[in-house]
T-cell receptor, first 110, second 113 residues
Framework: QKEVEQNSGPLSVPEGAIASLNCTYS??????FFWYRQYSGKSPELIMFIYSNGDKEDGRFTAQLNKASQYVSLLIRDSQPSDSATYLC??????????FGSGTRLQVQP | DADVTQTPRNRITKTGKRIMLECSQT?????MYWYRQDPGLGLRLIYYSFDVKDINKGEISDGYSVSRQAQAKFSLSLESAIPNQTALYFCATSSGQDAYEQYFGPGTRLTVT
């Protein structure tokens, strides 16, 4: 079992809708979680991080963490075609470096 | 100029050849990382370094070696390249304070024939 799991997608949503991206992790010792966005042919860039249970909002993005269920999600409100990318979930598994999931490809249809 | 640079950007090499990928950064970060990315497998950590004298293996270090020549430079070597090392390789950096906000280089696409 991979330590950080994501559905590979593609997840297709219409423009203006809410996109919901999900991630589960296996190591209960993981303390913090990160969402990176990667456009096709480009390098990943950090868009959100969350350490505490609950929601964290930043503009159109909301990260949600439920440590009891070992579940992290990223909501993108008012999705735009420019949000089309692969979203990588990463966890701090206590080994001094991040463990990444395989990513979910999001397609926002105009 | 880019904060994290990688050379070469593309490389085709033959099985058995030794190859070095180089990473330089101007961000002043002390932590540097090498990842490989394969379709469907996401980013996998090869090696990471927290300073010049602190180098650690990641989850897939077999067949690779690294050198941290200076705070700003971290090189990845494939001693004897094999076809299943064909992948996209990324270098990343982070500071000691924001250890997990990693800044990635543009990547090196390596093909081993």
């Amino acid at each position: 079992q991979k330590e950080v799991e994501q559905n590979s997608g593609p997840l297709s949503v219409p423009e203006g809708a809410i996109a919901s991206l999900n991630c589960t992790y296996s190591d209960r010792g993981s303390q913090s979680f990160f969402w990176y966005r990667q456009y096709s042919g480009k390098s990943p860039e950090l868009i959100m991080f969350i350490y505490s249970n609950g929601d964290k909002e930043d503009g159109r993005f909301t990260a949600q963490l439920n440590k009891a269920s070992q579940y992290v999600s990223l909501l993108i409100r008012d999705s735009q075609p420019s949000d089309s990318a692969t979203y990588l979930c990463a966890a701090d598994t206590g080994r001094r470096a991040l463990t990444f999931g395989s990513g979910t490809r999001l397609q926002v249809q105009p | 100029d880019a904060d994290v640079t990688q050379t070469p950007r593309n490389r085709i090499t033959k099985t058995g050849k030794r190859i070095m990928l180089e990473c330089s950064q101007t961000k002043g970060h002390d932590r540097m990382y090498w990842y490989r990315q394969d379709p469907g497998l996401g980013l996998r950590l090869i090696y990471y370094s927290f300073d010049v004298k602190d180098i650690n293996k990641g989850e897939i270090s077999d067949g690779y070696s690294v050198s941290r020549q200076a705070q700003a430079k971290f090189s990845l070597s494939l001693e004897s390249a094999i076809p299943n090392q064909t992948a996209l390789y990324f270098c990343a950096t982070s500071s000691g304070q924001d250890a997990y906000e990693q800044y990635f280089g543009p990547g090196t696409r390596l093909t081993v024939t």
